[in-house]
């Protein structure tokens, strides 16, 4: 659609007697007083089965999975300089889409990001037409051009609350969409700048992706220890007792002896542990040459360069009451093969904390998701008071409690 003036409180007034219309069956779809673009939307909206529950959202898990998949992640720092600042002032949210419509990131002010979670708008969330009916960004993508929605222009009824401007996102290469920006809130969302001001940080990020090194690079100083397959320093995957090691090192920047190694290491050391730690060293010596300036002391040992963990980001987001940050950092398969005693502690400390943190400043479904992954009826009955005495979701959740407290 075009960048027009579009004066929305007529335009609400027409939605809103469009929906009146609708449920008492007065006129057909092609009859109701919409904006074309608006229109066709619910056409294709209401042809579909199961429309306007809810949109289902992804576990942590799988979320992490999408974003480690998808191209969109070399440009979501773009939006993140271009739009998420002035958005945030503004109490708007900025929303990256994948073709597919699910929200792979979402930001703005912790306020906002809280209320809009009420409605399912948050990173995981799936809001292509199929699951909720018309919105900015599954307009965007179905279209494949600029769209805005304003309140009650919304299918799904508990997101008449918001408007939304959304632009899509092209591989320049082929032309074909990839997925879509959106600004959601108050009426700043849709004013007569919003389009433009998506369309341009849209260039800037299309022009991102055309440059060298299309394939995503693993930082190299990173040892991610959240993947299904392992953990992984860069784009590399290495043992679990390298990790094990790794780990420790990063989190006691002054190093460790070889006794104190030890004893973070193993259970039971007997006395040859001493010995194999020093032979476990010379092969991670051996795995970190590959790279210049990764190198480790001895006596004691420690790491020469600024190496970064999943343990280590997961506690800056607790100690910076970043709730959001650090349920996507956290998984239980962080290291969970581990017995080694430091690592037991580190992976204890840091599940304590995110419980804390989640029961103080947690949404609902925050509650929910972090309950199921640490099987917490503690959590899970948070969440229940959370949740509205509609929510479809509160008999599901009792019978949760009750298996695991049985």
């Not at 209320?115 to 708008?121: L, P, R, S, T, Y």
């Not at 007569?192 to 260039?203: D, F, I």
């Not at 990764?294 to 790491?303: E, I």
């Amino acid at each position: 659609m075009g960048t027009s003036a579009i004066d929305w409180s007529n335009t609400t007034r027409r939605a809103q007697q469009a929906r009146e219309l609708l449920s008492t069956q007065e006129a057909g779809i092609g009859d109701l007083p919409l904006r074309t673009d608006v229109r066709e939307s619910w056409k294709r909206s209401l042809a579909q089965d199961g429309l306007v529950q809810g949109p289902p959202v992804l576990s942590n898990d799988r979320l992490r999975l999408a974003r480690e998949r998808s191209e969109l992640q070399r440009i979501w720092p773009v939006f993140e300089k271009l739009l998420v600042p002035a958005a945030t002032d503004a109490n708007l949210l900025v929303a990256l889409a994948d073709a597919g419509g699910t929200l792979l990131w979402v930001a703005g002010s912790s306020s906002s990001m809280s209320q809009a979670e009420h409605v399912g708008f948050m990173a995981g969330a799936d809001w292509a037409e199929r699951s909720v009916g018309t919105s900015a960004p599954g307009m965007a993508l179905a279209t494949g051009s600029g769209s805005q929605v304003s309140g009650a222009e919304h299918l799904y009824e508990q997101a008449q609350q918001y408007s939304c401007s959304a632009v899509p996102i092209r591989d320049l290469r082929s032309g074909q969409v990839i997925g879509a920006i959106d600004l959601t809130g108050g009426p700043e969302a849709i004013a007569a700048h919003s389009l433009p001001l998506l369309q341009a940080a849209v260039m800037a990020a299309e022009t991102q992706l055309l440059l060298p090194g299309a394939g995503v690079v693993a930082d190299p100083d990173y040892l991610d220890l959240g993947r299904p397959d392992g953990a992984h320093l860069g784009s590399h995957p290495v043992s679990l007792r390298h990790a094990e090691i790794l780990t420790l090192l990063a989190q006691h920047r002054d190093g460790l002896t070889s006794a104190q190694l030890v004893e973070e290491l193993f259970e039971r050391p007997d006395s040859a542990a001493e010995g194999t730690v020093r032979a476990e060293m010379v092969r991670l010596r051996k795995v970190l040459a590959g790279t210049p300036g990764r190198t480790l002391t001895s006596r004691p040992y420690r790491l020469q360069w600024e190496l970064q963990t999943t343990i280590g980001r997961l506690w800056r987001s607790l100690e910076n009451g970043d709730v959001e940050s650090a349920l996507q950092l956290y998984s239980p398969g962080m290291l969970e093969r581990s017995q080694a005693p430091g690592i037991l502690v580190l992976r204890y400390r840091a599940e304590a904390a995110l419980r804390e943190l989640v029961m103080d400043r947690g949404s609902a479904q925050q509650l929910l998701n972090l309950g199921r992954q640490l099987a917490d009826s503690g959590l899970l009955r948070a969440a229940l008071r959370e949740l509205p005495a509609s929510s479809p979701a509160r008999s599901l959740i009792v019978a949760e409690i009750q298996e695991l407290e049985s």
